[in-house]
């Protein structure tokens, strides 16, 4: 289906690393169902905030909207990260 990693910033902020699903199998709910996934397993860990950066550009609309359709909604930077033309920051509260 794909993968997808969650990384602890602190003990009450998570982040969502990475989420790759292969091109076949886009559009079918995998990458939904391993978000639902994420999201689940950062609540189990006191997870308060989720977090994730993404690209900015045209390829990766699909990933925004995803990510949008869950409740994450656009924000700054967080953690190590800088303002940057070719990111997309995203948050939201568990």
Do not use: N, W
Request: aromatic share 8%; with cysteine.
């Amino acid at each position: 289906m794909g993968c997808g990693a969650l990384k602890m910033l602190d003990g009450l902020h998570g982040e969502i690393k990475s989420m790759r699903t292969p091109s076949i199998l886009r559009r079918r709910g995998a990458g939904r169902a391993i978000l639902a996934h994420i999201i689940s397993e950062a609540k189990l860990r006191g997870c308060k905030r989720l977090s994730l950066e993404t690209g900015s550009t045209e390829a990766f609309k699909p990933a925004q909207q995803l990510y949008a359709q869950f409740g994450f909604s656009c924000c700054g930077p967080f953690g190590d990260y800088a303002e940057d033309p070719f990111s997309v920051f995203m948050t939201i509260e568990l």
